[in-house]
């Protein structure tokens, strides 16, 4: 089960991180500056990547 949602997770990220639309890549660019300036939200996802999706 948790390997399911691990593959899941990562193909996700290979899809966001693969667009080329200038609307992903405006989304994507604002999600990386919210993780960059607000700590708690950076900490909250760093969580998730360490102990579990």
Known sequence: M???AVVGFTHG???LF???SALV???RGVG???LDVVP??????ATHLVFGV
């Open 13 to 15: 990220l290979i899809q």
């Open 2 to 4: 948790d390997s399911h």
């Open 32 to 34: 990386m500056n919210l």
């Open 25 to 27: 890549s405006t989304l």
């Open 18 to 20: 693969d667009g080329h």
């Open 40 to 45: 708690p939200l950076r900490r909250k996802f």
